[in-house]
């Protein structure tokens, strides 16, 4: 039984349909706006329940997670994107970024970790660009290596309760948010990859349900790559 939130996102979709495909109870975080899209994307599974969240409402976050419930592991895929340079960055919108990419995930992290069973795990989607950054993606890398840093605290508070808390750092993969770059800046994206391509999503998946599952219960506080060679330098 897992909680994936950003069920609609391009890596929160492939990462729910994988759990749902081989028979896992998935709760899907969705956001208000696509409640609909989604039930239509996911009706087929009699095992998807869609729950709304929303990053920027703590109080969304807090009925969400309560309405799933007790689970194995909660998977936090949300967020938004902004990119730019920092010289041209509105505070307001500065604000607004960090309320959803950082306070609402360390909001939900911590709700979602209330309602684990023993043994259940908490994951958080962030980037390769924390380790190797690219021009104009200051505030988004930033929110990324908050969360992570928070993850590891979590890692050490939830031990002892025989919970688990570890990062994904992921490379470029086929999603809208990569489709919608500016060319440039994709193709210096992609001139990062050794073999030219995106990274494979049954690289992603087959990860995932390792780091859920019972043979990597010493696994905690980690960041674990999957990025097909983009930090390599």
């Not at 329940?49 to 799933?68: H, K, M, R, W, Y």
């Not at 950054?133 to 050490?156: D, I, K, N, T």
């Not at 994904?168 to 489709?179: A, E, K, V, W």
Request: charged share 20%.
């Amino acid at each position: 039984r897992v909680l994936v939130v950003g069920a609609m996102g391009g890596i929160g979709r492939e990462v729910a349909t994988d759990l749902l495909a081989r028979g896992f109870d998935v709760g899907l975080g969705i956001r208000a706006n696509r409640i609909d899209a989604a039930t239509r994307l996911f009706g087929q599974w009699n095992s998807a329940t869609i729950v709304e969240i929303e990053l920027a409402d703590p109080a969304s976050i807090i009925s969400g997670v309560t309405q799933f419930g007790e689970a194995d592991a909660a998977i936090l895929c949300a967020g938004t994107a902004w990119f730019g340079l920092t010289r041209n960055q509105d505070p307001a919108d500065l604000e607004l970024f960090f309320r959803v990419n950082v306070t609402g995930n360390m909001i939900l992290a911590a709700e979602a970790a209330k309602f684990l069973r023993p043994g259940g795990s908490l994951i958080y989607i962030s980037s390769a660009g924390v380790i190797r950054p690219m021009r104009g993606g200051g505030p988004y890398v930033a929110s990324r290596a908050a969360v992570e840093a928070y993850f590891r605290v979590l890692a050490l508070e939830l031990a002892s309760e025989g919970l688990r808390a570890n990062v994904l750092s992921i490379g470029p993969f086929d999603t809208p948010m990569s489709r919608s770059l500016p060319n440039k800046a994709k193709e210096r994206m992609m001139a990062k990859m050794p073999n030219g391509k995106f990274c494979s999503w049954a690289s992603l998946t087959s990860t995932i349900r390792m780091l859920i599952g019972e043979d990597a219960i010493s696994i905690t506080g980690a960041v674990v790559t999957v990025d097909g060679g983009f930090t390599l330098g």
